[in-house]
């Protein structure tokens, strides 16, 4: 049974910095991973995905310069950081998780995607 943890929540002022984890267990092959947000009364949206190497990555046009994503597949963890941060950035962020048949394939579609954490809340104050 595949397994999503996120981490790292909370409540950051403008101009902060939280940093997101995302624990995987039970996968069980090379996995492709993102992260999304979903703000209260919007869809959810594409923030940054990562390939199995690392050495691919992608972000959304709202997020870019401003987030990182990177993993340890050692340790089975993805991580978001986040700095600079807006109130706008206010979200409940998702990880998720699919099967990569490549090394250095990411993917920006929340349907591309099979696994999903329960979710984690970003609140940014001005």
């Known amino acids: 049974q595949v397994q999503l943890v996120e981490s790292g929540g909370g409540l950051v002022q403008a101009g902060g910095s939280l940093r997101l984890s995302c624990t995987a267990s039970?996968?069980?092959?090379?996995?492709?991973m993102g992260w999304f947000r979903q703000a209260p009364g919007k869809e959810r949206e594409f923030v940054a995905a990562?390939?199995?190497?690392?050495?691919?990555?992608h972000y959304s046009d709202s997020v870019k310069g401003r987030f990182t994503i990177d993993r340890d597949n050692a340790r089975n963890t993805e991580y978001l950081q986040m700095n600079s941060l807006k109130p706008e950035d206010t979200a409940v962020y998702y990880c998720?998780?699919?099967?990569?048949?490549?090394?250095?394939?990411?993917?920006?579609?929340?349907?591309?995607?099979?696994?999903w954490g329960q979710g984690t809340q970003v609140t940014v104050s001005s």
């Open positions: 998720a998780a699919r099967p990569s048949y490549t090394d250095n394939s990411y993917f920006t579609t929340s349907s591309y995607y099979g696994y």
């Open positions: 990562i390939s199995w190497s690392g050495r691919s990555t």
């Open positions: 039970g996968l069980t092959s090379r996995n492709a």
